[in-house]
Antibody
Framework: EVQLVESGGSLVQPGGSLRLSCAAS????????MNWVRQAPGKGLEWVAN????????YYVDSVKGRFTISRDNARNSVYLQMNSLRVEDTAVYYC?????????????WGRGTMVTVSS | DIQMTQSPSSVSASVGDRVTITCRAS??????LAWYQQKPGKAPKVLIY???SLQSGVPSRFSGSGSGTDFTLTISSLQPEDFATYYC?????????FGPGTKVDIK
């Protein structure tokens, strides 16, 4: 079964750090760009970051540049999101997604998400 | 950055109705557009890619059209399982951006 499973979400104080992980199974992980997408409570979807197969390219939404770092370990079929200097507005469900190489870059596989709450 | 807008923000419809959702990009994105469906508490699911291609397993009552800056998602005959929120997303250039969503609920 093809799946992505996120972990690492929790309650953290403003200014704190957190590292999210996403483990892939049932797919050739190293063949694909991977994304993080987030959704604040009651709000819409926001693309956060993505990373190329060989880590040679990484892109971020402006609001997280300099604070978040996306990385991957193809040997472990995993992608990570290191989040530093967290703000209240980073509170969201964070989804790991695959960028399809055949569906015109659509996000064809999603994890169930992990909740990050930034609050004092 | 490319801005995506959607209209309407919400629509009330009945089973069997035809529903059309519009998405507009702030600049030409060719056909680099996908549509997603999200139900409460669940991850989104891709319905349409390349503006008009139906993802495998998605019912044929869903269709997409458009190119450039203007796109539509049509549900030809709304079914009970289609009540959800729908998002468009451009994949032309980084940062990939989503529209604000359209909630389809029961009339």
């Amino acid at each position: 079964e093809v799946q992505l499973v996120e972990s690492g979400g929790s309650l953290v104080q403003p200014g704190g750090s957190l590292r999210l992980s996403c483990a892939a199974s049932g797919l050739i992980f190293s063949n694909h760009w991977m994304n993080w997408v987030r959704q604040a409570p009651g709000k819409g979807l926001e693309w956060v970051a993505n990373i190329k197969q060989d880590e040679g390219e990484r892109y971020y939404v402006d609001s997280v540049k300099g604070r978040f770092t996306i990385s991957r370990d193809n040997a472990r079929n995993s992608v990570y999101l290191q989040m530093n200097s967290l703000r209240v507005e980073d509170t969201a469900v964070y989804y790991c997604t695959r960028v399809s190489s055949t569906l015109w870059r659509a996000f064809d596989i999603w994890g169930r998400g992990t909740m990050v709450t930034v609050s004092s | 950055d490319i801005q995506m807008t959607q209209s309407p923000s919400s629509v009330s419809a009945s089973v069997g109705d035809r529903v059309t959702i519009t998405c507009r990009a702030s600049q030409d994105i060719s056909s680099w557009l996908a549509w997603y469906q999200q139900k409460p508490g669940k991850a989104p699911k891709v319905l349409i890619y390349a503006a008009s291609s139906l993802q495998s397993g998605v019912p044929s009552r869903f269709s997409g059209s458009g190119s450039g800056t203007d796109f539509t998602l049509t549900i030809s005959s709304l079914q009970p399982e289609d009540f959800a929120t729908y998002y468009c997303q451009q994949a032309d250039s980084f940062p990939f951006t989503f529209g604000p969503g359209t909630k389809v609920d029961i009339k």
